[in-house]
């Protein structure tokens, strides 16, 4: 756990180095989606972290390339955007090393990434399927309470939001929110004008999967 990691100083999974601030990596990809939008997102929600727990954060918006090694410098990475996301093998290599030595990615489709991250996914691990997490799940228990699971925060194609994960050595990994956008409800009010209750719950939310990523 990164609070056992930070007390005795071992490095146990990326990012956590003693004394660092927690930063969110956001994932540049290849595809054509607009991997880049609503910058504003991890700045506003790392400060809602800030304000509501005890982590200590550095709320800044700095994207990853997945071909480098500057991907171990977060321990948490987060994907989003709109249509194809196409990896390389190399990118593909280096995520796979990335998650199987404790690095945690969330993905958030903003709409029509689906198809084309499920297939990367399996690139990924050709031997996991992801799995729909129960509502009894930490994840949504963590920090704040979800008894319901996900939050409907914007409506795409009037599905019911699933939240799916992949499992390393019994944890999760890699955690995709389907038909809910909760990143949308990160970004700043005038983006996307979501009603302030709204936003909270996208932010809470958020902050559960921040926790509950550093703590598993």
Not at 20 to 28: E, N, P, T
Not at 106 to 117: A, F, L, N, R, V
Not at 131 to 145: A, G, K, N, T
Request: charged share 25%; glycine share 8%.
């Amino acid at each position: 756990m990164l609070l056992v990691a930070l007390a005795t100083g071992v490095q146990a999974q990326p990012g956590t180095n003693v004394g660092s601030a927690v930063k969110i990596g956001r994932v540049k990809y290849s595809g054509g989606g607009d991997w880049y939008n609503d910058p504003s997102a991890e700045i506003n929600l790392l400060r809602y972290v800030r304000a509501h727990t005890s982590i200590v954060v550095e709320p800044v918006y700095e994207y990853v390339d997945l071909g480098t090694d500057n991907l171990f410098l977060y321990p948490v990475l987060f994907m989003t955007g709109h249509g194809t996301v196409s990896l390389t093998d190399a990118e593909i290599r280096n995520l796979r090393s990335y998650l199987t030595n404790g690095g945690f990615l969330y993905i958030d489709d903003d709409y029509g990434m689906d198809q084309s991250i499920r297939r990367e996914l399996q690139r990924v691990f050709p031997d996991k399927q992801l799995r729909e997490l129960p509502f009894s799940h930490p994840i949504y228990h963590c920090h704040f309470d979800f008894p319901k699971g996900l939050p409907k925060i914007h409506e795409h194609d009037n599905k019911i939001p699933e939240g799916l994960a992949l499992f390393h050595d019994e944890r999760v990994c890699v955690f995709y929110t389907y038909e809910t956008n909760p990143s949308d409800g990160w970004a700043d009010p005038e983006v996307h004008n979501d009603p302030p209750e709204r936003r909270e719950t996208a932010l809470k939310l958020g902050t559960n999967i921040i926790v509950y990523a550093l703590t598993r």
